[in-house]
């Protein structure tokens, strides 16, 4: 009874984790989800606003024209610093300070554009020919800080990119002075090759040269004590003999016919 409650407590255990871990992983992804949509959201109303800015610097004239310029200048401005530094971001990480700078420009420019807002919707004229040069000259300078940081940006990454590009001619030449490594080291192995050949022919000529020198020396030598030559008429047939003329038995009874070398009997 005590093992099937300890299984039972185990089996509830692990259904309560189960079920807590479903709900967090379920309330990060609602998260995720709502997080996403409200970036989209917020992308889609400020590409709503641009849109509507930039037509009425069209359609409008005066004032309201010009209030409609500056903040679409200054949105513009801000955008395409971001745009730059984000995408720079990966590959250097001290644009991260520059994006902190810009999130803290980009605090002043919101609260710029609510007073441009604000004086759009202003009746009096005259107010609003005397707010707007100032409100214009503070756009200025946001632009302006905007701008240099993305200028400096795009000159920082132009700059790598030729360092990088650089360094990679360099391997790219060095590896092309490997690849024709073999160029060299054939001619400087064919040339040792070619010298090597000709001393050993050279060698193997003189070694041939002497061997058959001293064969024929050695030969000479052992010939004139062991066989008679050719032409020193030593047992050299005679004509007769070399065309088969002579009698066997007359040849027979010269042989006996000749003088006995040793001394006689009597």
Do not use: Y
């Amino acid at each position: 009874m005590d093992a099937f409650g300890v299984m039972i407590g185990l089996v509830l255990l692990f259904g309560i984790a189960a079920f807590v871990l479903a709900v967090v992983g379920t309330v990060k992804a609602a998260k995720a989800v709502a997080t996403k949509i409200g970036r989209h959201e917020a992308n889609a109303r400020r590409a709503v606003e641009n849109a509507t800015l930039k037509a009425k610097t069209f359609t409008k004239v005066g004032p309201p024209g010009q209030i409609a310029a500056v903040r679409l200048g200054l949105r513009t401005s801000l955008d395409g610093t971001r745009q730059v530094l984000e995408s720079g971001l990966p590959q250097d990480g001290q644009l991260g300070e520059s994006l902190a700078l810009l999130g803290r420009l980009d605090a002043h420019a919101a609260e710029l554009d609510g007073e441009l807002r604000m004086l759009e919707r202003e009746p009096d004229t005259a107010r609003i020919a005397a707010k707007l040069p100032e409100l214009r000259e503070r756009a200025e300078r946001i632009t302006h800080s905007a701008e240099t940081m993305r200028w400096a940006a795009q000159d920082r990454m132009h700059r790598f990119a030729d360092d990088e590009l650089s360094r990679l001619s360099q391997e790219c030449e060095s590896e092309a002075g490997a690849l024709r490594h073999w160029d060299t080291s054939g001619e400087s192995s064919s040339a040792s090759a070619s010298g090597s050949g000709s001393a050993a022919s050279s060698a193997s000529s003189a070694s041939s040269g002497s061997g058959a020198g001293s064969g024929s020396g050695s030969g000479a030598a052992s010939g004139g004590a062991v066989r008679a030559g050719l032409t020193d008429g030593k047992s050299r047939p005679s004509a007769e003999e070399l065309l088969g003329l002579v009698d066997p038995l007359a040849k027979l009874a010269q042989r006996l016919r000749k003088p006995s070398a040793g001394p006689t009997a009597g």
